[in-house]
């Protein structure tokens, strides 16, 4: 029998601001131990009562670094706001003496691209995939957006009209549209799986999973 995978790990997270913390609180939520870091005190103290440990650390210089025990961490999240240099130097060095899993923030196209360029294993741009999401909900097409690699992504949206009372065989929305439903919900927060006997009402609300283009496509039917 396969070993069961620990998911549960320790992870540095560097930069306390609003995605930091946010971020830190999440992982503490879900099993993770979180060292938090950051360069302002107030904020250091503010966490402590939250994470598992705090500090107030320069992560721009190696020497601190290696005091922290960077070595022992499964993960790192470089999530420094506006101090590029010192997004770039922290990043830099987790690579350098061998973090498994470095993440790093980049506020711009081009802060992406020099950490890419350096080797950083996980590039996000909280803002910019936050925007792309918001604004399929602003616009009416979806109730919520997920975007889960570069052209593809997952979406939950009212059933059209038109489909109101067949099930998904007969609808045969897979060839026809090239996306996959894949579960359903009466709007009350239970989804349950979709199979091709599932009935579908106007009012129930769907998890629809495909590539870019036929999923927009898909979203604009009545």
């Not at 609180?25 to 360069?39: F, I, S």
């Not at 899993?101 to 996000?124: F, M, Y």
Request: contains cysteine.
């Amino acid at each position: 029998m396969a070993k069961k995978r620990n998911i549960h790990s320790n992870v540095i997270v560097i930069g306390m601001g609003r995605f930091g913390s946010s971020l830190a609180r999440e992982l503490m939520a879900t099993g993770h131990e979180v060292l938090g870091v950051d360069t302002d005190e107030r904020i250091v103290q503010h966490m402590s009562q939250e994470l598992t440990h705090t500090v107030k650390a320069d992560t721009t210089d190696e020497a601190t670094l290696k005091e922290l025990g960077i070595t022992e961490f499964d993960s790192a999240v470089v999530a420094i706001g506006a101090d590029l240099e010192a997004s770039i130097l922290t990043t830099a060095l987790l690579l350098q003496l061998g973090v498994p899993n470095v993440w790093a923030k980049a506020n711009s196209q081009s802060h992406g691209l020099i950490l890419e360029q350096l080797g950083c294993h996980h590039v996000i741009f909280p803002e910019y995939e936050m925007g792309k999401r918001v604004a399929h909900m602003v616009s009416g097409e979806t109730l919520d957006y997920v975007p889960i690699d570069n052209d593809f992504v997952m979406v939950k949206a009212e059933v059209p009209q038109s489909f109101d009372g067949k099930n998904l065989a007969d609808l045969k929305i897979r060839s026809t549209y090239g996306v996959t439903v894949v579960a359903v919900t009466k709007g009350d927060g239970n989804y349950e799986p979709a199979f091709p006997e599932t009935v579908l009402n106007v009012g129930d609300q769907i998890v629809v999973a495909g590539q870019v283009e036929p999923l927009n496509e898909f979203c604009q039917l009545a």
